[in-house]
């Protein structure tokens, strides 16, 4: 099981920006595919990212253009950039790991998860 930890999130006005991280554990973190999924309350978990071992990424159609997903495999993290953010980008975010997966489609299994990160746009 890879332990990871999820940080800045925060308050921000509709039109600005985040850099969320996930720091993982592991020695071998260059090779795991990790995602970055966020859950609005009373709605389902939505898939926002995801970026494999050689820094092929993915994302969901409703994050397109405005966040970009990183990865420093020297420090074990993984970045999610949010941009142009909007009201109905509101939610937790939470990172993702999945040790063996190559490729990203389809979706990895992702098999950890870290405890999640509160973003919250004002309008």
């Known amino acids: 099981q890879v332990q990871l930890v999820e940080s800045g999130g925060g308050l921000v006005q509709a039109g600005g920006s985040l850099r969320l991280s996930c720091a993982a554990s592991g020695r071998t973190f260059s090779r795991y595919a990790m995602g970055w999924f966020r859950q609005a309350p009373g709605k389902e978990r939505e898939f926002v990212a995801a970026i494999n071992w050689s820094g092929a990424s993915t994302y969901g159609e409703s994050v397109k253009g405005r966040f970009t997903i990183s990865r420093d495999n020297a420090k074990n993290t993984v970045y999610l950039q949010m941009n142009s953010l909007k009201p109905e980008d509101t939610a937790v975010y939470y990172c993702?790991?999945?040790?063996?997966?190559?490729?990203?489609?389809?979706?990895?299994?992702?098999?950890?998860w870290g405890q999640g990160t509160q973003v919250t746009v004002s309008s």
């Open positions: 993702a790991a999945d040790t063996t997966a190559r490729r990203l489609l389809p979706l990895p299994d992702f098999g950890s």
